[in-house]
């Protein structure tokens, strides 16, 4: 708590009265809720992963751009109480920077949105609300495309999680490979359908456009109406296939299950909210090209495949990358992902029709 309290005064807050608590439950960064005694503002204070972002000082530019675009856009349109539909971060008043850096471990600090709420569920309605968030979240960000950098290299190429999943393979580290051979006959079994983004992108069929590449419905701040406030995390935003937040969405969404059920049957693609989010998205992101726009259903099967070969990846190399809750939890975690694309891919010519439909 002491050093809590000391990295709260690096960015310029009187500490000795804070309250911290954890907060949220993101597989990466470390969160916490900062409340001081008779400030009317509260805090949002994180701990970088700066294993996964090795490149902080890369990472906080995007996010300044990021929102610097977005609140300029709020101020210039028709909108009151902008300070709770933009992130706002802290500087060290020292270094003039938005976050700190201790001991070898990066911290940044932003200021807590009043009466905001997250949700865990999401209904079929609300699926087309958030559809309409994301998708202007990217027309919102086309402006800036050329400041956003890669915050995680290569971080939805399929190909590329590919390779790790086969160097993993190879190296074995943890002799865990034996046992899991099923799984890795399905990886390989679909692994060059699934690279398709990878060759379209080669012979300059689609292109990189701005992306949140974290798009769970964990990632929305809600009032207390319901409202849509803004979205959130924005560590992972990017240049990526606009695809991305879409199939990314829908993998956490559409799922009737958890992303780590040990009981399958609890897992599959759920096509009302597939439905919903797809009306509300296409609605918003009106720069998707008929070939993006074709790509929709390929990109709710990819992601949960995608998952699948990153959750089994690290349970290959012994679990160094996602936070686990127990020793199996990145296989079970596999099993689940891989049941949803496997639900998701028996439902893409219903998908298809559906957004030719529209
Ligand atoms: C990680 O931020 P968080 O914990 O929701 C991961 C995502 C995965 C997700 C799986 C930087 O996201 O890509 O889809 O876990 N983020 C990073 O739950 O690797
Ligand atoms: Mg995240």
Same mark, same amino acid.
């Given at each position: 708590?002491?050093?809590?309290?000391?990295?709260?005064?690096q960015?310029?807050?009187?500490?000795?009265?804070?309250?911290?608590?954890?907060?949220? &439950?993101?597989?990466?960064?470390?969160?916490?809720? +900062?409340?001081?005694?008779?400030?009317?503002?509260?805090?949002?204070?994180?701990?970088?992963?700066h294993? +996964? *972002?090795?490149n902080?000082?890369?990472?906080?530019?995007?996010?300044?751009?990021?929102?610097?675009?977005?609140?300029?856009?709020?101020?210039?349109?028709?909108?009151s109480?902008?300070?709770?539909?933009?992130?706002? %971060?802290?500087?060290?008043?020292?270094?003039?920077?938005?976050?700190?850096?201790? &001991?070898?471990?990066y911290?940044?600090?932003?200021?807590?949105?009043? !009466?905001?709420?997250?949700?865990?569920?999401?209904?079929v309605?609300?699926?087309?609300?958030?559809? #309409?968030?994301f998708?202007?979240?990217?027309?919102? #960000?086309?402006?800036?495309?050329?400041?956003?950098?890669?915050?995680?290299?290569? %971080?939805?190429?399929?190909?590329?999680?590919?390779?790790?999943? /086969?160097?993993?393979?190879?190296?074995?580290?943890?002799?865990?490979?034996?046992?899991?051979?099923?799984?890795?006959?399905?990886?390989?079994?679909?692994?060059?359908?699934?690279?398709?983004?990878?060759?379209?992108?080669?012979?300059?069929?689609?292109?990189?456009?701005p992306? !949140?590449?974290?798009?769970?419905? /964990? /990632?929305?701040? @809600?009032?207390?109406?319901? /409202?849509?406030?803004?979205?959130?995390?924005?560590?992972?935003?990017?240049?990526?296939?606009?695809?991305?937040? *879409?199939?990314?969405? #829908?993998?956490?969404?559409?799922?009737?299950?958890?992303?780590?059920?040990?009981?399958?049957?609890?897992?599959? %693609?759920?096509?009302?909210? *597939?439905?919903?989010?797809? $009306?509300?998205?296409?609605?918003?992101?009106? *720069?998707?090209?008929?070939?993006?726009?074709?790509?929709?259903? @390929?990109?709710?099967?990819?992601?949960?495949?995608?998952?699948?070969?990153?959750? #089994?990846?690290?349970?290959? &190399?012994?679990?160094?990358?996602? $936070?686990?809750?127990?020793?199996?939890?990145?296989?079970?975690?596999?099993?689940?992902?891989?049941?949803?694309?496997?639900?998701?891919?028996?439902?893409?010519?219903?998908?298809?029709? @559906?957004?030719?439909?529209?």
């Amino acid at each position: 708590m002491e050093k809590l309290k000391y990295i709260v005064a690096q960015f310029g807050i009187p500490s000795d009265n804070a309250i911290i608590a954890p907060l949220g &439950n993101g597989l990466i960064n470390d969160t916490f809720k +900062v409340t001081i005694d008779g400030d009317k503002d509260e805090y949002v204070l994180q701990r970088i992963n700066h294993h +996964v *972002f090795t490149n902080v000082d890369l990472l906080q530019k995007n996010i300044e751009a990021v929102t610097s675009h977005l609140r300029t856009k709020l101020m210039a349109g028709d909108n009151s109480d902008i300070d709770r539909k933009c992130l706002r %971060f802290l500087t060290n008043p020292k270094t003039g920077k938005s976050y700190t850096e201790v &001991n070898g471990e990066y911290w940044r600090m932003m200021i807590y949105l009043k !009466h905001s709420v997250t949700r865990e569920n999401l209904t079929v309605e609300s699926a087309y609300t958030v559809g #309409l968030a994301f998708g202007e979240f990217e027309n919102n #960000l086309l402006e800036i495309t050329s400041e956003l950098q890669e915050s995680i290299p290569d %971080f939805h190429n399929m190909e590329f999680r590919l390779k790790q999943f /086969n160097d993993a393979l190879e190296a074995d580290s943890v002799g865990r490979a034996k046992d899991v051979t099923d799984l890795i006959e399905q990886v390989k079994a679909n692994a060059e359908e699934m690279t398709k983004l990878e060759r379209l992108y080669r012979e300059g069929r689609i292109e990189k456009r701005p992306c !949140h590449c974290d798009t769970k419905l /964990n /990632n929305i701040l @809600f009032d207390n109406d319901g /409202n849509i406030l803004c979205v959130i995390d924005l560590d992972t935003v990017m240049p990526s296939f606009v695809s991305s937040d *879409f199939g990314d969405f #829908l993998r956490s969404a559409a799922n009737t299950g958890k992303e780590d059920s040990t009981d399958l049957s609890e897992v599959n %693609f759920n096509m009302d909210i *597939f439905r919903s989010f797809a $009306k509300g998205y296409i609605k918003s992101a009106s *720069f998707l090209t008929p070939l993006e726009k074709s790509l929709l259903p @390929f990109a709710a099967r990819l992601f949960p495949y995608m998952q699948a070969v990153r959750f #089994l990846t690290d349970y290959l &190399n012994g679990d160094v990358y996602y $936070k686990i809750q127990y020793p199996e939890h990145n296989l079970v975690r596999t099993r689940a992902q891989m049941k949803l694309f496997d639900s998701a891919s028996e439902k893409e010519r219903e998908m298809t029709d @559906f957004i030719n439909s529209l």
